[in-house]
């Protein structure tokens, strides 16, 4: 199974900003698109945020213009720069492949917390 450990979350003012990190186990990262999700209490697991194996990209109309998806295949790492962040934003945050596929785990997430 591919494990993911997610971090770089924490508690930030509106308007700031966050850079979230995934690393993946094993050797076959680089052939996979994948995504960053977000939960949110009360409300279903969604995909905000997703990266081919080719490094294009795609957003939820709920993030477009302020967060950012890249990955380094070198690093078996994906990352999540989010910008101009909103009470709204709050949620945990996950990677996993996108769309998922077997044999890939979920991590235990990184908690955001976007409040004044």
């Known amino acids: 199974q591919v494990q993911l450990v997610e971090s770089g979350g924490g508690l930030v003012q509106p308007g700031g900003s966050l850079r979230l990190s995934c690393t993946a186990s094993g050797s076959i990262f680089s052939t996979y698109a994948m995504g960053w999700y977000r939960q949110a209490p009360g409300k279903q697991r969604e995909l905000v945020a997703g990266?081919?194996?080719?490094?294009?990209?795609h957003y939820a109309d709920s993030v477009k213009d302020r967060f950012t998806i890249s990955r380094d295949n070198a690093k078996n790492t994906v990352y999540l720069q989010m910008n101009s962040l909103k009470p709204e934003d709050t949620a945990v945050y996950y990677c996993?492949?996108?769309?998922?596929?077997?044999?890939?785990?979920w991590g235990q997430g990184t908690q955001v917390t976007v409040s004044s």
């Open positions: 990266i081919t194996s080719r490094s294009s990209t």
């Open positions: 996993n492949a996108a769309p998922l596929a077997p044999y890939w785990s």
